[in-house]
């Protein structure tokens, strides 16, 4: 835990295609650290629209950026424009080298993972990625929320409340983390029980499956070659 007194610059990546919820849901959390300022950052200061077409914008580019406390990537469909994007992947290694906690959210952990960052680490993601996982020399972890030392990885989407609130307690304590969610009124009930692959009707599990194999096998491609460049040799991955 961080002291209290020992302002905290916290900052997020947004980039176009985001999954708004991996970047908003987070946000509701960190933003109510106490004693933390945060702020969202861009390749530029152009709004963008995540990737159901919401309008979001930038608080100041990434060169703007300070040396970030916490780091927080998030994922969705875009992640995969940035995946070979040199600008991004750098900004990610210089500030995750200086952070005292880096966050990833969904497929952010895909391109923590291009940035070379997740070799020999704990790591989880959306399951319809999470077979990716070892092409960036990460070691798969099947939970919601995955801790590895500083490195925080929330699975999918609104897993991201999730690992932010686990976050908070690792930074200002439970008490400031409870006090949050309290303020926010998370304490879902949800109406079905069909959340991950394994609770999910077949029926809907296919569907879902069969929506998501374009992007799906974009990934792995991309991820194959990132494996190459990083020098990591792997196995066919297992069928999400």
């Excluded at 077979?131 to 801790?147: N, S």
């Excluded at 609770?199 to 929506?211: E, F, G, H, N």
């Amino acid at each position: 835990m961080i002291s209290h007194d020992i302002p905290l610059q916290i900052g997020s990546l947004l980039f176009d295609g985001v999954d708004q919820i991996d970047l908003t849901g987070p946000f509701e959390v960190l933003s109510r650290i106490p004693n933390a300022t945060y702020r969202i950052y861009g390749k530029t200061t152009q709004g963008v629209r995540d990737v159901k077409g919401l309008r979001l914008a930038p608080d100041a580019a990434l060169a703007d950026a300070p040396a970030l406390d916490v780091l927080h990537i998030p994922g969705g469909y875009g992640q995969q424009a940035l995946m070979e994007d040199e600008e991004v992947l750098e900004w990610i290694r210089r500030q995750a080298a200086g952070a005292h906690s880096v966050f990833s959210v969904c497929t952010g952990a895909l391109l923590c993972g291009a940035a070379g960052l997740l070799q020999g680490r704990r790591a989880t993601t959306h399951w319809a990625s999470f077979h990716l996982l070892p092409f960036f020399g990460a070691i798969p972890v099947d939970e919601r929320v995955v801790t590895d030392g500083n490195w925080v990885f929330a699975a999918g989407v609104t897993s991201g409340i999730d690992g932010a609130l686990h976050l908070a307690a690792a930074l200002r304590g439970p008490e400031a983390a409870q006090a949050i969610q309290l303020h926010m009124v998370y304490a879902p009930e949800p109406p079905f029980d069909s959340g991950t692959p394994q609770t999910a009707p077949p029926a809907v599990l296919m569907q879902t499956r069969q929506a998501l194999a374009a992007i799906t096998t974009a990934r792995e491609l991309t991820a194959r070659r990132v494996a190459s460049q990083l020098g990591i040799v792997v196995d066919a991955p297992a069928a999400p």
